[in-house]
């Protein structure tokens, strides 16, 4: 029998729909994403915690769900909202349904709203703070003004430094390769990795890492707040720092870690948060976002090619073009809104990508910014 559920916006905008997950109460950032496939990955990407993530496509969960499409051990998201779970899951590769997943991992999920009047409302006024109430926690007669409060009282991202929340709590090496249909990944012991990266774990995602260890990377991945000079003893022939939710002007840590490492001429390549970072320790500045970046059909321009790359994107912070210093260029920007999606320093073999190559949007346009960091890596040696 079906429970009920509650999605309620800071605003005062109220949702009354199903619950097909863990019952409870959750709060966080509530944004949407037009992604029309991806939906276990978009649950998994460490990049949004503390959010609830708004699918705009209606039919979510008739694939399932396998335990290969995860970007992380657990869900991060906060919570999920969609227009309909279908009866039925049908999928050569599936092992569990999506309503049982959520439940196993005991995240909440809302479904039978009207996503699009949310996605409207997420559009015009920005990304929302919001709550979901569901099962028990959604019936009485107060339960609207318990989740009217419990929305407001979540304090938003803006000054939330999550990166060292989700980052791991020790070093450890990642050696899978990409996935293949009808292979799986690809084993560590087929790849020849004479490269050594070490790599800042600010909420990375594994297809990042398995995408560096089939391009010939050993990988070490540390803490968010390991000391520069730590990693420098490792004697990497790169660093890179990964992508993660939250703010990134409170990362302090990680800001005055990678000003170390670019002190040394060694190759540092950054993706999404990595990209805002890499951004404030060269100088410039980042801006929380209306609504932010949340989809994989987001169109990028190759500043100085021309060439436009279809991208997934995940982001609610960027940085500000206006303040880049002399010594850093912009190399891509968004076709959507013109924000600034990549920079590279003039002085310093590093650069960074707001968008997520790893996430096979075009399916391959971004692909070849990994090459380009192995390229600089190899010149260096």
């Known amino acids: 029998m079906s429970k009920p559920a509650i999605l309620a916006l800071e605003d005062g905008s109220v949702f009354h729909g199903t619950a097909i997950g863990a019952e409870g109460k959750t709060s966080g950032e509530v944004v949407f994403n037009t992604a029309m496939t991806g939906y276990q990955e978009i649950l998994t990407d460490p990049s949004y915690t503390r959010q609830i993530v708004t699918l705009t496509y209606p039919h979510i969960g008739n694939t399932g769900v396998n335990g290969e499409d995860i970007e992380s051990a657990t869900i991060a998201a906060a919570g999920l909202v969609i227009r309909d779970l279908p009866l039925l899951a049908s999928n050569f590769r ?31 006024k920005g990304a929302q703070n919001g709550a979901i109430l569901a099962g028990a926690e959604a019936e009485g007669d107060d339960a609207v003004e318990r989740a009217l409060e419990a929305a407001r009282a979540f304090p938003g991202l803006k000054g939330m430094d ?23 990944y690809q084993d560590a ?15 990375v995602k594994r297809n990042i890492l398995r995408m560096l260890a089939s ?22 022939d790169g660093v890179f720092l990964a992508n993660g939710p939250g703010d ?17 001429q060694i190759p540092v390549f950054g993706i999404c948060l990595g990209h805002q970072l890499l951004a404030l320790a060269s100088g410039a500045k980042t801006v929380k976002m209306s609504h932010g970046h949340h989809g994989a059909n ?51 073999p590093a ?16 692909a070849p910014l990994f090459d380009r960091f ?8």
């Open 215 to 236: 391009r010939g990377c050993r990988l070490t991945v540390v803490p968010a707040q390991m000391p520069a000079a730590e990693v420098l003893a490792m004697n990497p």
């Open 189 to 203: 012991a087929t790849i020849e990795r004479p490269l050594h990266v070490v790599a800042y774990d600010y909420g």
């Open 298 to 348: 987001h169109p990028v321009v190759d500043v100085d090619s021309g060439t436009v790359m279809i991208t997934s994107q995940n982001h609610g912070f960027a940085a500000d073009e206006a303040s880049l210093p002399a010594n850093v260029r912009a190399t891509h920007r968004s076709l959507f809104d013109g924000t600034l999606q990549g920079i590279e320093l003039t002085d310093r």
């Open 351 to 366: 650069f960074s990508f707001q968008g997520h190559p790893e996430a096979s949007p075009g399916p391959r346009d971004v």
């Open 248 to 264: 990134p002007e409170p990362c302090d840590y990680a800001i005055k870690a990678i000003q170390e490492v670019l002190e040394t």
């Open 374 to 381: 192995v390229a600089m890596m190899w010149a260096r040696r």
């Open 162 to 184: 999550l990166a060292k929340v989700v980052s791991c709590q020790a070093p450890y090496e990642w050696s899978e390769g990409e996935w293949a249909l009808g292979k799986g």
């Open 94 to 124: 599936s092992e569990q349904t999506l309503s049982d997943y959520l439940v196993s991992q005991n995240v909440l999920g809302i479904a039978d709203i009207d996503t699009r009047r949310l996605t409207r409302i997420l559009r015009n």
